[in-house]
């Protein structure tokens, strides 16, 4: 199986839930972005303030931020080790700037799986996602919902909706995918790295489907 993956696609595609499952179901050590900033958010950090404008917006938080929280982040990894990554890169200067840092410490992306969905679907499932306030898992009001409304069938955490998870916001963030992160699929395409798995599928089937990719 490959080990330094990214899941691309826009928001709402389901990345996040897929990658999920795939570190509970086969250990990946799964890193997301957004799930970092909106921590550094609560936590009220310095780069929590930097950054808290743009997701409240729904706009992308500038590169060099997300660069320097990734690198710091895989600044001890040892060569070879394997990694699941949710929403980065996400602009042409982010996986450029990636790869060079990353391709000499043998650190190099070496699967890009990309969850193809309309902007329609996408509004449908991220107005109605919800999310865990304690331990993050995420579901959506009808497509996933909880055993008890409102309450995580996990840990019995409250269960609460991202602030930038508005009609207007997420309309907004899908402009900005197709404008910066979709030029990745080529990118990716041409360094034969790019799988495609149809979103809009259930979740069961975009899990099998992705499970055969990463085992090709
Ligand atoms: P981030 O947290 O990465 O959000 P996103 O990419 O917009 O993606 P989402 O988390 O909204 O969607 P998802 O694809 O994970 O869908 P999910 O599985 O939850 O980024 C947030 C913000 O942080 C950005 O706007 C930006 O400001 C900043 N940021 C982050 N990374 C950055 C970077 N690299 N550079 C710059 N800025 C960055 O599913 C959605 C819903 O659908 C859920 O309710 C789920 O239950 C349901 N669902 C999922 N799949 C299915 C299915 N197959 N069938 C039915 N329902 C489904």
């Known amino acids: 199986m490959r080990r330094r993956v990214i899941l691309l696609g826009p928001p709402g595609s389901g990345k996040g839930t897929v990658a999920a499952r795939l570190k509970n179901e086969c250990g990946?050590?799964?890193?997301s972005t957004g799930h970092w900033l909106r921590q550094?958010?609560?936590r009220g950090s310095a780069l929590g303030r930097q950054a808290g404008l743009f997701l409240?917006?729904?706009?992308?938080?500038?590169?060099?931020?997300?660069l320097a929280l990734v690198k710091d982040a895989l600044s001890n990894a040892q060569p070879d080790l394997g990694y699941l990554s949710d929403g980065f890169p996400r602009t042409l200067a982010q996986a450029q700037?990636?790869?060079?840092?990353?391709?000499?410490?043998?650190?190099?992306?070496e699967q890009v799986i990309y969850f193809e969905?309309?902007?329609?679907?996408?509004?449908?499932?991220?107005t109605g996602r919800r999310s865990c306030g304690?331990?993050?898992?995420?579901y959506h009001v009808t497509l996933v919902?909880?055993?008890q409304p409102g309450r995580c069938d996990d840990c019995?955490?409250?269960?609460?909706?991202?602030?930038?998870?508005?009609e207007s916001v997420v309309r907004k963030r899908f402009k900005i995918y197709l404008r910066e992160t979709e030029p990745l699929i080529d990118f990716y395409r041409q360094q034969a790295k790019l799988d495609v798995v149809n979103a809009s599928q259930p979740v069961d089937v975009m899990m099998s489907q992705t499970m055969s990719l990463l085992q090709r």
């Open 56 to 66: 409240e917006r729904g706009e992308l938080v500038p590169d060099e931020v997300v």
């Open 40 to 42: 550094e958010v609560a």
């Open 134 to 138: 304690s331990c993050g898992r995420v």
């Open 145 to 147: 919902p909880p055993g």
């Open 117 to 126: 969905c309309s902007e329609a679907l996408v509004l449908n499932r991220i």
């Open 156 to 166: 019995a955490g409250e269960l609460t909706q991202r602030a930038d998870d508005t």
């Open 28 to 31: 990946f050590d799964h890193f």
């Open 97 to 109: 700037a990636f790869d060079a840092w990353s391709s000499p410490r043998g650190l190099g992306i």
